[in-house]
């Protein structure tokens, strides 16, 4: 990030109120002067005897005497004309006796306007500048790209830039392949519609909905589509736009999306990249960021400040949930959580559905195979893909989209030609994924005391390729040494399957090394699981203080102990690696058959993996 548009937004906003001032000054001062009628002396005095005159101005002026503006009354037309005249220095105190004669006349003495030679430069430039400033303006407008800060932006200097839309076109339909996150929401958009209902029974609906989910996957459009089902306002406004101003205008900004959204309610306040201002405050040692905390602040101070009642949902959207502020994320801010995740086949296939609607597609266009062919692809991939076929299509003449087409955009995508850091994975990667996560369920399910499994998938998300979850059938609060050393085989399973198949491993482990040798660490130096170290806790981790994360404590105990501690820490994993490995080998059928399974469907639920390991007679290996 440079500095650059910031600066040069700056500088539009000074000279914004330059002009304002300037304008604001020329009106006033024409004001003063045009409407006026000038009269004679004799004229004026003769109004003032006859009680016409409501009030009068006394304008001192630096040419020895002063301005006198007088008011009427309305007269009977119901216009009010004011009349005008000079009165030099010499004259005055006359004028002002028989003024003084009349006490129904409101006098209103003002000082010399002095006009600085800056200022009637600046007046007289007005018009220039003015001229200039409009053209900027529209330049901008068009695309023109004067000045990278924003000269457009600061038409809405302390508004809210907040873009309010009503009636909507984006739907439900609009978004595919994202069932369970679209579920989640439909109570949200019942509330909206008739908040009532809800609370009638003294209930209080949610206020604060976070989706949380890598770029591309429809968050925005989700949030748009609740709007847009619901029927009510939607307010949306980045994370980013709140930071790139003054101080103190992040906050304003806030504070007036909140008042527009209640004026409108029932409606949606949606605020998108919200990491970019919901950051932990803090995380700088020595001096954060004032204006992000301030906009944080505020933003949470009305959240807690409004009733939910009133039918306002606050949306926001992140794909870096971990940096958020904790303090965001306490009950009665946003303590709802909805995932929207990298979509599997069938979602992809959906997904190219929706896009294709509008688009001419050849007979031979076959959108189950794209779907099949772009695992890792998010949503806004499968758009981009169509919209490059229609290109392509285009640049050919062509009148429909053909499977070619599609199959260039692919792999044109695949290849790199994406702007999007997408995490497309080769047929290779995705092969050995599926058998990395075939190994951890199989042992998952084969070595008596693990949880069962709930779900597997060959999505990525996040850092990790793929997933295998497990669900404890109850909470556990406290492990036992017998459950860690079935979830420690489990662990290694992914890549044990890796070595069996293709002879060969791959990083795909790293996070299953990395969270086994931790279980094996501590079941060392602090759960005494170690029958040669015995129930001694060795080297205690300190929170730090400020940091809010772990330092390795001081080394208490002896280079001997030391190496002991390394031995049993090893020990434990290589067991764990037999264990997998042996149930792997003996099952080996099952693992082909899981895996095979993955790759065609990409995600399997707990019960499709039951249906297949049902098939095959189990080898109890041991
Ligand atoms: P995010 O906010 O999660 O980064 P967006 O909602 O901005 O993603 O998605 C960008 C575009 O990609 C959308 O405008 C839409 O055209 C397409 N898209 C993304 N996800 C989906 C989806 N689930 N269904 C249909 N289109 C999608
Ligand atoms: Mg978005
Ligand atoms: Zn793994």
Not at 482 to 487: F, G, N
Not at 592 to 599: N, P, R, T
């Amino acid at each position: 990030m440079n500095d650059q548009p910031k600066k040069s937004g700056l500088l539009s906003y000074i000279l914004f109120i330059l002009f304002a001032l300037i304008i604001w000054n020329a009106f006033v001062q024409q004001s003063q002067t045009d409407s006026p009628i000038s009269i004679d002396y004799n004229e004026f005095l003769r109004t003032v005897e006859s009680d016409k005159f409501q009030s009068i101005v006394i304008q001192s002026t630096e040419k020895g005497g002063s301005e006198i503006t007088g008011c009427c009354v309305k007269d009977k037309d119901g216009k009010d004309a004011s009349y005008n005249v000079f009165v030099n220095n010499a004259a005055l105190p006359a004028f002002m006796d028989i003024l003084r004669a009349k006490p129904k006349i409101k006098i209103f003495p003002r000082p010399i306007r002095e006009t600085s030679w800056l200022m009637s430069i600046l007046i007289n430039w007005a018009p220039m500048l003015l001229f200039i400033f409009i053209w900027i303006f529209f330049m901008r407008k068009m695309g023109g790209g004067v000045s990278a800060g924003g000269i457009g932006g600061i038409m809405n200097f302390g508004k809210s830039k907040a873009k309010m839309s009503v009636g909507h076109q984006v739907t439900f339909a609009d978004v595919a392949g994202v069932d369970e996150s679209k579920e989640e929401l439909v109570e949200m958009i019942n509330f909206l519609k008739d908040p009532k209902k809800f609370t009638r029974l003294g209930g209080r609906m949610p206020k604060g909905v976070l989706l949380i989910g890598p770029p591309g996957t429809g968050k925005t459009l989700l949030a748009r589509a609740v709007a847009g089902e619901a029927g009510v306002a939607f307010f949306s406004l980045s994370g980013s736009e709140f930071v790139e101003m003054f101080v103190g205008v992040g906050a304003s900004r806030v504070r007036d999306l909140f008042e527009n959204a209640k004026k409108n309610a029932p409606s949606i306040i949606f605020i998108d990249e919200i990491d970019a201002i919901g950051g932990k405050r803090g995380m700088i040692i020595g001096g954060g960021h004032t204006e992000q905390e301030q906009t944080l602040n505020q933003l949470m101070v009305e959240m807690d400040g409004f009733d939910p009642n009133v039918g306002i949902i606050i949306m926001a959207a992140t794909n870096r949930p971990e940096t958020l502020d904790f303090a965001l994320l306490r009950p009665g801010r946003f303590d709802r959580h909805v995932v929207v995740p990298r979509p599997d086949v069938k979602g992809r296939e959906e997904i190219l559905k929706v896009h294709a609607r509008k688009k001419p597609l050849a007979e031979n266009a076959n959108l189950t195979a794209i779907a099949k062919g772009t695992p890792g692809f998010v949503g806004a991939d499968l758009e981009n893909l169509l919209n490059e076929a229609a290109l392509k299509a285009a640049q050919k003449e062509q009148e429909t989209i053909t499977n070619s087409d599609l199959e260039e955009a692919k792999d044109k995508i695949i290849m790199g030609g994406a702007e999007r850091k997408s995490m497309v994975m080769s047929p290779a990667v995705k092969k050995v994924t599926a058998y990395h996560e075939a190994g951890h369920t199989l042992v998952a399910k084969f070595v008596p005391g693990n949880d069962p499994v709930h779900k597997v998938t060959i999505i990525p998300r996040g850092m990790s390729l793929g997933l295998t979850g497990t669900l404890p059938e109850e909470e556990r609060h406290n492990y036992t040494k017998s459950y860690l050393e079935a979830l420690l085989p489990m662990m290694m399973g992914g890549r044990c399957a890796e070595e069996l198949v293709f002879k060969d491993i791959s990083t795909g482990a790293r996070n299953d090394i990395e969270r086994a040798t931790e279980l094996a660490s501590n079941m060392v130096k602090k759960w005494g699981m170690s029958e040669k170290l015995g129930p001694l806790n060795y080297g205690k981790d300190r929170e730090h203080e400020y940091l809010g994360f772990q330092i390795q404590g001081a080394q208490d105990y002896s280079e001997k102990t030391a190496q002991t501690i390394d031995e049993e820490k090893k020990q434990i994993i290589d067991k764990a690696y037999r264990k997998a490995t042996d149930v792997l080998a003996a099952n080996r059928n099952i693992l082909e058959a899981l895996a095979s399974a993955l790759l065609e469907k990409e995600t399997l639920t707990g019960e499709e993996v039951n249906n297949i390991v049902k098939q095959f007679k189990i080898s109890q290996a041991n």
